[in-house]
């Protein structure tokens, strides 16, 4: 029997939905075959920011359980799904300060090769998710990756609209998760676990 595909889910989440994302994409992606590792970013904000937003103490506080991201979760990957909030149509710091981390693994050429896709979320309709994943994508270029987008492959993809990735709009905190999205993780899952599957037959 083939051995499953390793897939790491490594996200930064300030107020949760990032957070929410990662566990049903986990889940999607063990159903799908995969030993999947469930990773965070740290937190680097200073106590001052984290405060001054009380869903932002009460979640990090809440996950701290959830072990930090290492450079061997990527490593160790034959796919990896990255998931960040929008930041001013950009990725959040924290994950970029990860993804920043990885110039000796990327030097040795330890990125190349994966499957990688993203996931997000912002405030707003058109708050800036698809420059988000974008930005994202940037890094997996030169990680010499193979972006594995969900494109419109999937029924459901022409309701959410966005084939860059998994993405949710929280409305400051008023939406949660629902159905749309747990859907969208669901598509991008299994298509990653697939993908990657069939990269790790070829190599
Ligand atoms: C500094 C900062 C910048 C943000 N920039 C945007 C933005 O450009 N567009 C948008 O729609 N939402 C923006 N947001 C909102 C978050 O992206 C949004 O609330 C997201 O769903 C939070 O995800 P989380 O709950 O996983 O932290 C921003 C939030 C912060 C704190």
Redesign the pocket.
Known sequence: MSEPVKLSVVYY???????EIANALVAEAEAAGAEVRLRRAPELAPDAAVDSNPAWRAHLEATRSVPEVTAEDVVWADAVLFGS?????NIAAQLKQFIDSLGGEWQQGLLADKAYSGFT????QH??QESTLLALYNSIHHFGGIIVSPGYTDGSKFVDGNPYGTS?V?A??EIKVGEQTRTAAAVQAKRVVRVAAALKGAA
Do not use: E, F, K, M
């Open positions: 989440s300030s107020t949760g939905n990032i957070a909030p929008t930041r001013y149509g979320s912002s405030a707003t708050g800036g949710h929280d400051q905190g």
